[in-house]
């Protein structure tokens, strides 16, 4: 099965969390020592983000593929000199008015009468930066690797499938992610050893069931 899909909305960022912070240029550091340090660019903001998606998904027996692609375009209002901003969503160093890819890679084993999902998830990020527009002309290096890597286990449970039912498919899983690849989150700025751990719940159901 091969899905397309699109999203624009209008975000609103409220200068808390430090959910969204501007930075000179791709070469910034953006690193959460930095994001937390940075207390004046702690400002409230909004814009708009369009994503473009694609997903791809395979069975094979008892093993199940799935990809799960989106290209980003960010247009948010950032500080005067403000040429990228993190994402703190996807852990990018986002290029303002301009694009980044990311994929999530599932490749899952199904059992147990569908109930049970077990694999390995691959995520991988990268942002395209116009050398015109998005690196800090002030900086010596006009260069910036900013791509990321990361891998784990996946594994959810789906504890019953009811066709029709308002309340159906009640599912949790559990997601465990290393970075392999991140300008600082391998040892520079925050320890390789340290996780990306995500628990979550999930269900469908029918408002009007058909008989």
Not at 34 to 58: D, Y
Not at 134 to 159: E, I, K, S, W
Request: glycine share 10%; charged share 20%; hydrophobic share 40%.
């Amino acid at each position: 099965m091969l899905g397309f899909w699109a999203t624009l909305q209008f975000v609103q960022y409220f200068g808390t969390f430090d959910l969204m912070q501007g930075f000179p240029g791709a070469q910034s550091d953006f690193s959460d020592r930095a994001i937390k340090a940075n207390t004046a660019n702690r400002l409230p903001t909004n814009g708009w983000e369009l994503t473009l998606g694609a997903t791809f998904q395979a069975k094979v027996a008892f093993m199940v593929i799935k990809s799960a692609a989106r290209l980003v375009n960010g247009n948010m209002k950032l500080r005067d000199g403000d040429r990228i901003y993190y994402d703190q969503f996807y852990d990018v160093g986002a290029p303002n008015n301009g694009w980044f890819f990311t994929n999530d890679l599932d490749v899952l084993y199904q059992g147990f009468e569908n109930k049970l999902v077990a694999g390995a998830r691959y995520t991988f990020t990268t942002p395209f930066y116009d050398p015109t527009r998005h690196y800090d002309p002030t900086a010596m290096d006009q260069t910036a690797d900013n791509a990321m890597h990361r891998v784990g286990p996946f594994l959810g449970y789906t504890f019953k499938f009811e066709d029709g039912a308002k309340f159906n498919t009640p599912t949790v899983f559990l997601l465990v992610q290393w970075w392999v690849k991140h300008r600082f989150r391998t040892g520079v700025d925050t320890s390789a050893a340290l996780p990306l751990m995500g628990v979550g719940f999930q269900m469908t159901g029918d408002f009007l069931p058909i008989k």
